[in-house]
């Protein structure tokens, strides 16, 4: 470095700072998207290179991202179905029209709420968990050894989150949707003095298959953003213990983050 | 088994041949021209103080890293030229016990030692049973299958992450720093292990070790580093006689008065040194 870089102006380091930010940034989302693009290269080539992605390891995360996930997510889905009739109650009765309140909670269950809040609930179970275990496999040179051994690591610890959570979280949004409207719909019943019955007609006879398309491949593409933001925060672990919390709690941040944003451009360009 | 003699050694063939190896992290140069090989069935130690690029090098070895320039032949075969399969092939062949023994905590001993034969064999599991316990039996942890990784000791963990090394009948086989963190006894164990792989399975051994000991009582030869440079490759006998002050320092434990440069220890004071490094 020259007499003149190293007198740089405070001004000029703090772009220096942000152009190197940003490159981190860069690379970061370019790394995400080769782990996204080996993870496919392996489950779809993996059989022809002589290392399939195996089912077993597959349904093993499925049953710990989906199925251990199903009693948190349908209390999740029921109270905040009934919150969405309580709050929509209340605004229909300004202008009287709270007979109408079915239409604005089927809407903004199936469209909004249940792949939302899923998300959430995946990403801080079970993104947390995997940033978790890859950052100690790390520490612990466990992946060093896979590597060694001839197995690919993204193969064999990628591949099968991903195609779980792929899988998994839109399973977990459509129960979420079909427990979200009951909350909703006991609520409603309730407070309205109309029947289940009558109530689930309402949200039928305005529900389209489109909005609940809508909800569910928001959620694939919450499912891929877990995996990987995940994966790379475990992946880039340094420094022992405290290290792997740093990831965990930034692979949760982020991924939320990613989440809420996701949805905002997904609304925005498939709503308009 | 007595050792071979030098000349028997030279005679037999390569199986790892580095040629001008150079490899930076960041801009730092930690391998600084790397020449050496290891012949078949021989025990090769890699020696070096704290920082002297050993561990460095054993990665490189192990084709876990890429180095900025340099080739590095494995079994015959150039690293570089490789592609993803053959790369993949090849290191079916080449077992690594690694110095915290990296077993899968989330698996039994039996279950990480069979991970191998079920990833790249069709082997039934009975077969794989037979094959992890045969393997148990050679690193003297006979029964411990059902054990996970955190029931067992220091030295157990180290032998079990042998068995895992050598359960594809790797033709050569590495170890990091086998002795770190194991008293005198295990560790002595460790390396008559060693030596008994070598002389029963003719494998050919590369050990990253700082342990005098147990370096001179295993190594066909030494090859000893000091910052990303190689000081010396020779038997041990001949390395404990040469007459370089460097690695007689280094053999015999004698701190050496560094010559304080003033000019160095301001940049360091400054932080100076540290914009030089930055990427």
């Known amino acids: 470095m020259s007499e003149q870089e190293a007198e740089q102006s405070p001004v000029a380091k703090k772009i220096e700072d942000v152009g190197r930010t940003t490159l981190i940034g860069v690379s970061e989302i370019g790394y995400c998207a080769s782990l996204i693009w080996e993870s496919l290269y392996w489950a779809f080539m993996g059989k022809s290179m002589g290392q399939p992605v195996r089912l077993q390891s597959v349904f093993a995360q499925m049953m710990e991202t989906g199925i251990r996930a199903i009693p948190i997510v349908a209390m999740l889905a029921v109270t905040v179905g009934m919150m969405l009739a309580i709050q929509g109650i209340y605004t229909m009765r300004i202008f009287g029209a709270e007979s109408h309140v079915t239409i604005g ?139 792997v919390g740093k990831v965990t709690t930034r692979a949760v941040v982020q991924s939320i983050s990613a989440i809420v944003l996701t949805d905002m451009l997904f609304a925005f360009m498939v709503t308009r | 088994m007595t050792k071979p003699t030098e000349a028997e050694l030279l005679a037999r063939p390569k199986v790892i041949e580095v040629e001008d190896l150079v490899t930076h992290y960041g801009e730092r140069m930690i391998l600084k021209g790397i020449s050496m090989d290891v012949r078949e069935g021989e025990i090769m130690v890699i020696m070096g103080g704290s920082g002297s690029g050993k561990s460095t090098l054993l990665r490189h070895l192990m084709s876990l890293e890429h180095a900025t320039s340099g080739t590095m032949k494995l079994l015959g075969k150039n690293i570089a030229d490789l592609g993803l399969k053959d790369t993949y092939a090849l290191r079916r062949k080449i077992g690594v016990a690694f110095q915290g023994g990296a077993l899968f905590s989330s698996m039994t001993v039996g279950e990480n030692i069979k991970l191998p034969l079920r990833e790249h064999t069709d082997l039934d599991e009975f077969t794989m049973d037979i094959m992890a316990r045969m393997k148990l039996e050679v690193v003297d942890l006979a029964g411990f299958e059902d054990l996970t990784p955190s029931e067992l000791s220091g030295g157990m963990l180290k032998r079990a992450a042998v068995a895992r090394a050598i359960i594809m009948d790797p033709k050569l086989l590495f170890f990091d720093e086998p002795s770190a963190g194991l008293d005198p006894v295990v560790a002595a164990q460790l390396d008559e292990l060693i030596l008994r792989l070598r002389d029963a399975m003719g494998m050919s051994i590369v050990v990253v070790t700082h342990e005098l000991d147990s370096a001179f009582r295993i190594a066909d030869r030494i090859t000893m580093l000091d910052h990303g440079h190689i000081l010396m490759i020779d038997t041990p006998e001949k390395m404990k006689n040469c007459d370089n002050t460097r690695i007689q320092n280094l053999l015999n434990r004698r701190i050496e008065e560094e010559e304080l440069d003033p000019d160095a220890y301001l940049r360091r004071l400054t932080g100076e040194d540290r914009q030089h490094e930055r990427p």
């Open chain 1, 105 to 243: 909670i089927a809407f903004s269950v199936v469209r909004e709420f249940a792949p939302l809040i899923t998300g959430i609930l995946v990403a801080g179970r079970s993104g947390s968990a995997l940033a978790a275990r890859i950052g100690i496999m790390n520490i612990n040179q466990e992946v060093d050894a896979l590597s060694v051994m001839g197995i690919n690591p993204v193969r064999f610890l990628v591949a099968p989150a991903l195609l779980a959570m792929v899988i998994m979280v839109p399973c977990l949004t459509f129960f979420s949707d079909v427990i979200g409207l009951l909350g909703a719909g006991i609520y409603v019943s309730l407070d309205l003095g109309v029947s289940l019955a009558a109530y689930w007609d309402q949200v039928f006879e305005w529900l389209r298959v489109d909005d609940v398309m809508h909800g569910l491949g928001k959620s694939v593409l919450f499912a891929i953003l877990i995996a990987v933001i995940g994966v790379a925060n475990g992946a880039g672990v340094r420094g022992g213990a405290e290290g």
